[in-house]
């Protein structure tokens, strides 16, 4: 069984790359293969119809590329990875499996996640991977606030970093994780999200080897 790893954009790889790498044991390109979007997107009103070409997000893609990988001849199974922003989760999370149940031809195989609020949230809920990765690195600057918490994850990692979040772009994000991600505790993560999405990737792995 191959994994096809859906996420939003490239700021997401190197986590989830860690992830797959390190707490499975698993190979780039022999195992797994990592799709970033470029954002988040939303969900077509007619899920069957061709995707805009100009609407590259994760959700704007997910219907066409669910289809095209349900075509694959090889088994795969899809891991989708969306951001919950402002989003209410379960209702995110109703209408993915809604687009997978209307669909004809898909995978046998697909694991819905969502990291809460963004994945910038699990880096920011482990100081000890943060202060490992940047031992400059201000956490006073991040609120004390129940891991996954809704409070600008990566504005205020940004801040706990001496970086102003208005002049931050995609590649200083994709810096952050880079770093931040092979320090991340994932025997027992802080962020609920993110034990979430390893024990999401435990059960395909344990139903693969069943």
Sequence with gaps: MFMEVL????ADVPAVREILERRFNLKEDINFRIHSHRGKGKIPEN???KP???NRGLLDQLPAK??????????????????????????????LIDVYQKIDSKPSCVLFRIAVEE?????IADAFAVKSAYPKADLNKI?????????????????????KPEDCVGADKFEWAKRISPHLDLNDPKSPSLKAFLLGINSILLNIIQ
């Design 7 to 10: 996420v939003e954009g490239g």
């Design 47 to 49: 899920i069957f119809s």
């Design 52 to 54: 805009n070409p100009r």
């Design 66 to 95: 669910l289809r095209g990988f349900g075509k694959l001849p090889v088994p795969c199974c899809v891991v989708v990875l969306v951001d919950a922003d402002d989003d209410n989760c379960r209702d995110l999370k109703s209408d």
């Design 119 to 123: 994945t910038e949230s699990w880096f």
């Design 143 to 163: 609120p004390k606030s129940p891991p996954d918490s809704i409070i600008g994850a990566w504005e205020n990692l940004a801040k706990a970093l001496g970086r």
